[in-house]
């Protein structure tokens, strides 16, 4: 079946300009997540969707970044105003529910991005 | 706090060789333990897990034990493959909470 999606694949934006990553979670997977990996560094935690609870927003790293999703389907990460350090890749993950440790996310290739 | 650090590489190993990829971890609690891999052009996907104390995860020939004592969940095969090649990811996560905590990543190439 259909793995997690993500797109674009690559992007590459000028410093100051908006960006809008998209996630496709695998059909009936609750939960979801966004990562960051930043080169040579391990994966940063974003955000994360349950259902149709609140997100759990913990990890955005500045009021630049908003991401959203519609009940259980298709997710939009947001980065306003660009800046080079925001270059990483970002990678999206969703789970079929959430069920305290026995959870198993399932990842997307992630969106590489460069802020020129 | 809490995070995990991982052997740095890259690793390069001959067929058959044996494999240790160190990781080990700083928690308040008692976290559950994972490693990732991620095969060239493709996602992470779970790869063992392990969730208290003395478990031992394992899958495709690869073993960790979770060690309390030694806060360590060392990533073991005991004869590689070429198609090993990935990149390996330890991480943690709480019983409570939604946040997975990942190292950094180690690459392994398996040469023939």
């Known amino acids: 079946g259909a793995g997690v999606s993500q797109s674009p694949s690559n992007k590459v934006t000028e410093k100051g300009k908006d960006v809008e990553l998209r996630c496709d979670p695998i059909?009936?997977?609750?939960?979801l997540y966004w990562y960051r990996q930043r080169l040579g560094q391990g994966l940063e935690f974003l955000i994360y969707?349950?259902?149709?609870?609140?997100?759990?927003k913990s990890g955005l790293p500045s009021d630049r970044f908003s991401a959203e999703r519609t009940g259980e389907s298709v997710s939009t990460l947001t980065i306003q105003r660009t800046q080079q350090e925001d270059s990483a890749v970002y990678l999206c993950?969703?789970?079929?529910?959430?069920?305290?440790?026995?959870?198993?996310?399932?990842f997307g290739p992630g969106t590489r991005l460069l802020v020129l | 706090g809490d995070s995990v650090t991982q052997m740095e590489g890259p690793v390069t190993l001959s067929e058959e060789a044996f494999l240790t990829i160190n990781c080990t971890y700083t928690a308040t609690g008692y976290p559950s333990l994972f490693w990732y891999v991620q095969y060239p052009g493709e996602g992470l996907q779970l790869l063992l897990k392990a969730t208290k104390a003395d478990d031992k995860g394992s899958n495709k020939g690869f073993e960790a034990t979770y060690r309390k004592e030694t806060t360590s969940f060392h990533l073991e095969k005991g004869s590689v493959q070429v198609s090993d090649s990935a990149v390996y990811f330890c991480?943690?996560?709480?019983?409570?909470?939604?946040?997975?905590?990942f190292g950094t990543g180690t690459s392994l190439t398996v040469i023939p």
């Open positions: 993950a969703s789970s079929p529910r959430t069920s305290g440790i026995w959870e198993t996310q399932y």
């Open positions: 059909s009936g997977h609750t939960a």
């Open positions: 991480a943690l996560r709480f019983q409570t909470g939604n946040q997975f905590y």
């Open positions: 969707f349950q259902g149709n609870s609140a997100p759990d």
